[in-house]
């Protein structure tokens, strides 16, 4: 089973990926978290308890793409 990364790519390669990676799920969040404060996130959190669903996933893909760039950059390493 292959790991997150492709073990074929070169380590420079890795780092750039998992830095994308970082950056994007960072974006994601703050788009979320933003997007939470709303008026139709308000109003779906005030009928439903919950804020809407487009914040919800935007949080938790950024949050995912976070530990994934994280993962690539600091794990994974193995040595032989």
Request: proline share 2%; aromatic share 8%; no cysteine.
């Amino acid at each position: 089973m292959r790991g997150l990364l492709d073990h074929s790519l070169p380590e420079q390669m890795k780092k750039l990926l998992s830095l994308l990676l970082i950056v994007g799920g960072v974006i994601a969040f703050t788009k979320g978290f933003t997007e939470s404060r709303t008026f139709n996130s308000v109003l779906s959190k005030w009928v439903s308890g919950a804020p809407s669903d487009k914040a919800i996933w935007l949080m938790v893909g950024g949050g995912l793409g976070v530990f994934v760039g994280l993962f690539g950059l600091l794990g994974g390493k193995k040595r032989r």
